[in-house]
């Protein structure tokens, strides 16, 4: 692991105490000593403040990069000359030449490279993927996220990098960039946006609250409304499918809860769905990262086609940065003519 914050809680507890099959956790590093320390002796692994020392010293199969988002691609990029595959934690970057540059740099060196968007494995996303898969949607005519949390100026001033543009980004890009990816991965691609933000609740350089419209390449709408500025704590992280002959809703506050399955032609075990389909974490992340985990494994071992790669990754980075050009411009943007008017990855 590179990196040992907030984050890396979850990703050490899964990978240290064994809890993914075929997974361990070898060594840690951090630029911070005391955080690598903290991790390295809490599961009895080395570890490090330089990365490349860690990949030296060690045999280590998969890197895990956990550092801050604008920081992800030249991470990437040198970790990629040791050969061994690379899962990177969401936004894979910020901006898109960042992204070619990583595809590029783990396709030189002949690795995978998988970003983490664990909210595709939660168990009622995967439930309604299936029914998408099987056609008992029909066609889809509208898609909604809603990300409704609470981030308050404490969450943003613990360290430096969060909401800002050179390293972080607003709401869009941390906290609701899960539910786009569901929302593109569900309703196909998006041919424009228009969208508007707000900086409500906090001091940060991006946002905290926007709303966008989406026109997907297949004729259907969709809405994305996300905040961070709720008050006095998370309410709800939502997506909904409409289509001609069925109707889903998933809510709770981490996409973690079926609350309406319907669909014009039944199927056996349709009413049990609500209950058995519906799960309860302890926190936002959700229980997905084992999931992706148990994928990472599983794409290593069989060769099966990893869910979100490099060139996914890069997908809902591209639809992120045109709903900023949007934002910049007042203009609604089509995702084939990027405007380049998005401040995500720059440093002013
Ligand atoms: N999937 C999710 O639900 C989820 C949740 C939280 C965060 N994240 C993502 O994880 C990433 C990290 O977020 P966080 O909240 O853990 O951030 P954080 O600031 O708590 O941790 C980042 C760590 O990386 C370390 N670091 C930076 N450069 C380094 C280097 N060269 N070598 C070693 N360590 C280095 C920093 O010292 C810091 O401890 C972000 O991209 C964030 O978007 C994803």
């Not at 599961?43 to 988002?69: A, C, G, K, Q």
């Not at 540059?101 to 494995?121: D, S």
């Not at 506050?253 to 519906?278: C, I, M, P, Q, R």
């Amino acid at each position: 692991m590179v990196g040992c914050g907030r984050i890396a809680k979850r990703h050490s507890e899964l990978l240290g105490n064994s809890i993914v099959e075929g997974a361990m956790l070898v060594s840690v590093c951090d630029l911070d000593g005391a955080k690598a320390q903290n991790i390295g002796e809490k599961f009895e692994v080395p570890y490090f403040i330089d990365m490349h020392e860690m990949m030296r010293s060690n045999e280590i199969d998969v890197v895990v990069v956990l550092t801050e988002s604008g920081n992800h691609a030249e991470h990437v990029i040198e970790l990629s000359q040791y050969g061994v595959h690379i899962v990177v934690e969401k936004p894979m970057a910020l901006s898109l030449q960042d992204a070619d540059k990583m595809i590029e740099a783990c396709a030189t060196a002949g690795i995978k490279l998988f970003v983490v968007k664990q909210n595709r494995f939660n168990v009622p996303v995967v439930k309604a993927r299936q029914a998408l898969e099987s056609g008992r949607f029909g066609k889809l005519f509208l898609g909604t996220v809603r990300v409704r949390w609470c981030r308050p100026q404490a969450y943003y001033d613990q360290d430096s990098w969060r909401g800002t543009w050179a390293h972080d980004g607003g709401v869009l890009t941390n906290q609701a960039s899960h539910h786009i990816d569901l929302l593109e991965w569900m309703m196909g691609d998006v041919e424009s946006v228009f969208a508007k933000s707000l900086t409500a609740m906090v001091d940060i350089e991006a946002e905290d609250t926007a709303v966008v419209t989406l026109k997907f390449r297949s004729g259907a709408l969709g809405v994305i409304e996300a905040t961070t500025a709720v008050r006095p704590m998370d309410l709800e992280g939502s997506l909904s499918l409409l289509g001609e002959t069925g109707s889903v809703e998933i809510g709770g506050f981490a996409v973690n809860e079926l609350k309406h399955w319907n669909f014009v032609s039944s199927e056996a075990g349709d009413d049990k769905v609500l209950t058995e389909y519906s799960v309860n974490p302890p926190n936002v992340y959700g229980f997905g990262h084992q999931a992706s985990y148990e994928h990472v494994v599983d794409c290593l071992k069989t060769e099966t086609k990893i869910l979100v790669d490099g060139a996914q990754g890069r997908k809902s980075l591209e639809l992120i940065n045109a709903i900023y050009d949007s934002i910049e411009s007042g203009k609604e943007v089509y995702l084939d003519e990027s405007l380049g008017l998005s401040r995500l990855g720059l440093s002013h």
